[in-house]
């Protein structure tokens, strides 16, 4: 896959992925009861599942940079 091809899907996979995501998490809100019973617990998870997981993405991609200027890389 070349840079064009990942840069268009970065740019127009990731904003339809945060809508697929907004979708199951208000469908899932509106269908549990222990969900609407629970709206601070399950929204809190909710916004952090999205977090957690850039962080992670940004923490991984930062090591492997800083692994690749230790090697003498660019």
């Known amino acids: 896959m070349d840079e064009n091809d990942k840069a ?3 740019f127009f996979g990731l904003p339809v992925a945060g809508l697929i995501y907004c979708f199951v998490g208000i469908g899932a809100m509106i269908t549990s009861p222990f969900l609407r019973d629970h709206a601070l617990i399950a929204g809190g ?3 952090m599942v999205p977090l957690a997981v850039g962080a992670m993405i940004w923490t991984r991609s930062s090591a492997r940079r800083y692994a690749q200027k230790a090697k003498g890389g660019d």
Request: glycine share 0%; aromatic share 34%.
């Open 8 to 10: 268009a899907l970065f």
């Open 45 to 47: 998870t909710f916004a």
